[in-house]
């Protein structure tokens, strides 16, 4: 086979392959592997998700109650404690158990913790009284949730009148939706639209509840 076939081969297998995950995704949405956690802090993926530039949009304060909903390995859980400061805190939730340990440790090593609380919980569910929270933010995390209008409800039921709620979408992430579709579904389900961020790469979607 000359180069150019194996190259075209290549990059036909690649699309193919592409393009069946993330139909599959759409069809079922779940949880990043665990397996692939290391993926999540990949020294490329920091190149367009530098954890203080990602955050920004989102409006944190000293002193905020903020949810980081979807925590992972805690990439964003750190930066967030810096930003609410001595007399924040950070609810940490995610359904993974090994990837909230991971961020446990991160929270750990960086000094912070007195300001996280770690909560192995669903999205649906969560363990957080009714408008206790300043802003909610999700990272690569909305498109992973199966029933939006649940997970907005429940948002909706622990966010502070006025509270703040950012969604973060990157491409890469098989799961990836355009912002369109997810602003259809957060706009349906009553919040008001504060603007947009970023690129449709990686874009950032800021929301009030009213
Ligand atoms: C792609 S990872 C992103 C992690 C982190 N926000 C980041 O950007 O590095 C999405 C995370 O959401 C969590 N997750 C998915 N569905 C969830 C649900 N229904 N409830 C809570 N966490 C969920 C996954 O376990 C995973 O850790």
Known sequence: ??????????????????????????????????????????PLRLKYRQPAQTVGPFGLAEGMSVLDLGCGTGLFT???????GATGVVHAVDLQ???LEQARERVQAAGLTTRVRFHHSGAYRLPLADASVDVAVLIATFSEIPNGLLLLEELR??????GRMGISEEMPHPGYLPAPLIRRQVEEAGFRYGGQQGNGFCYSLLYFKE
Do not use: C, D, Y
């Open 78 to 84: 750190a930066e967030i404690a810096r930003q609410v």
């Open 97 to 99: 158990s090994e990837l």
């Open 1 to 42: 086979m000359g180069l150019l076939n194996a190259l075209a081969f290549g990059v036909g297998l690649l699309t193919g392959t592409q393009i069946g995950l993330r139909a599959a995704w759409r069809r079922t949405p779940r949880p990043h592997p665990r397996l692939l956690a290391q993926i999540l802090e990949h």
């Open 157 to 162: 039921r622990v966010l502070k009148p006025g």
